[in-house]
C-alpha cells in the first residue's frame, strides 16, 4: 500500500524554526492533495496547511507569514518549513495525502496519514 514518513520535529525555543518532512512510499499512481495537521494535548486536530499537485495551497490563518509548505513531487514529499514558532504550537504534527495507489485488487484512492512527529516550542 502507502506509507507517510515524517521527519524533522523535535525542540525549538520560542522564535526558532524547524523544517518537517514527509516522504510518501508504496504503490503509488499519483497523489492528488498533500498537507499537515497538528494537534496539541486535550485538543482536536486542526488543519495547518495544505497543498494540491498543482502547488495551490490552504494555509490556517494562525500560520500564514510564518509557514512555508512546498512540495516535490518527483520525490513524493512534502516539507513544512516554520518560522517564529510559539509555545501554543506545541504539538504532534502529521502528514496527509490523498493518494491513488494499485494493488492486486485494482487501483484506489484513500487518505493517509503518517505517524506524527513531535514538535516542542519551549525555552
Known amino acids: 500500500q502507502v506509507q507517510l514518513v515524517e521527519s524533522g520535529g523535535g525542540l525549538v525555543q520560542p522564535g526558532g524554526s524547524l523544517r518537517l518532512s514527509c516522504a510518501a512510499s508504496g504503490s503509488i499512481l499519483s497523489i492528488n492533495a498533500m498537507g499537515w495537521y497538528r494537534q496539541a494535548p486535550g485538543k482536536q486536530r486542526e488543519l495547518v496547511v495544505t497543498?494540491?499537485?498543482?502547488?495551490?495551497?490552504n494555509y490556517a490563518d494562525s500560520v500564514k507569514g510564518r509557514f512555508t509548505i512546498t512540495r516535490d513531487n518527483a520525490k513524493n514529499t512534502v516539507y513544512l518549513q516554520m518560522n517564529s514558532l510559539k509555545p501554543e504550537e506545541t504539538a504532534v504534527y502529521y502528514c496527509?495525502?490523498?493518494?491513488?495507489?494499485?494493488?492486486?485488487?485494482?487501483?484506489?484512492?484513500?487518505?493517509?496519514w503518517g505517524q506524527g512527529t513531535q514538535v516542542t516550542v519551549s525555552s
Open positions: 496527509n495525502a490523498d493518494v491513488s495507489y494499485y494493488s492486486a485488487r485494482g487501483n484506489y484512492t484513500n487518505d493517509f
Open positions: 497543498i494540491t499537485s498543482g502547488g495551490s495551497t
